[in-house]
């Protein structure tokens, strides 16, 4: 119950496509879902987050859409750039319910994105 | 925004001795911080959760007395890998927690030799 499933594992996209990336959890405790950014040889650097009280959150050309029935939660890259090729973590914690909570991460997605 | 900084970086020790490696909020205080383990390619593996002036809570099967954890105040915590061996050679990042989520550190490579 506290396994955060992301998918696809890698994903190629083309210069100025769309990069969509999946994630799915179990525990209905959850309440904060963020997606973090990781270059080789560097820490995980938070991108966006979203709350369960709202279905879509949108920063820069980044946006996370979240369906709380499904359980289920992605990531989608507008104009997708070839700077923006790293590996994406979504994760997920009971942020509000004390002190512990800590964040279950999904797999990784290694994002290739081609000039 | 919120900073995590750890240091050092890089590392390269001998076998046989131990390694600190240390972990700060610079501009908020974290009564909770996290320290993972990651393996080449794959996801952040949770070993242990600090709490200010508490024991830490560790994993399963990550030894507490190989990995010593100390969080002894609200802007610092350390890991000190002990009797490091070649098997220990990995990359390290610790995770503070604040009031609006997680923030990590820029994660420290260490390599036993």
């Known amino acids: 119950q506290q396994q955060v499933k992301q998918s696809p594992q890698s994903l190629i996209v083309q210069k100025g496509g769309i990069s969509i990336i999946n994630c799915a959890y179990e525990?209905?405790?959850?309440?904060?879902f963020p997606w973090y950014q990781q270059f080789p040889g560097k820490g995980p650097a938070l991108l966006i987050a979203?709350?369960?009280?709202?279905s879509e959150k949108k920063e820069g050309r980044f946006t996370i859409s979240f369906n709380k029935s499904a359980k289920q939660f992605s990531l989608h890259i507008m104009d997708s750039q070839p700077g923006d090729s790293a590996t994406y973590f979504c994760?997920?914690?009971?942020?509000?319910?004390?002190?512990?909570?800590?964040?279950?991460f999904g797999k990784g997605t290694k994002l290739s994105v081609k000039p | 925004g919120a900073v995590v900084s750890q240091h050092p970086s890089r590392v390269i020790c001998k076998s046989g001795t131990s390694v600190k490696i240390e972990c700060r909020s610079l501009?908020?205080?974290?009564?909770?911080m996290f320290w993972y383990r990651q393996f080449p390619k794959q996801s952040l593996m949770l070993m242990a959760t600090?709490?200010?002036?508490?024991?830490?809570?560790?994993e399963q099967g990550v030894e507490k007395d190989k990995f010593l954890i100390n969080h002894a105040s609200l802007t610092l915590s350390t890991l000190t890998v002990t009797s490091a061996h070649p098997e220990d050679s990995s990359f390290y990042i610790c995770?503070?927690?604040?009031?609006?989520?997680?923030?990590f550190g820029s994660g420290t490579r260490l390599t036993v030799v």
């Open positions: 994760a997920a914690s009971n942020l509000d319910g004390g002190s512990q909570g800590n964040l279950i």
């Open positions: 501009d908020f205080q974290a009564t909770t």
């Open positions: 995770s503070a927690r604040g009031i609006d989520g997680y923030t």
């Open positions: 600090s709490n200010e002036g508490s024991k830490a809570t560790y």
């Open positions: 979203i709350r369960p009280d709202v």
């Open positions: 525990n209905t405790a959850f309440d904060y």
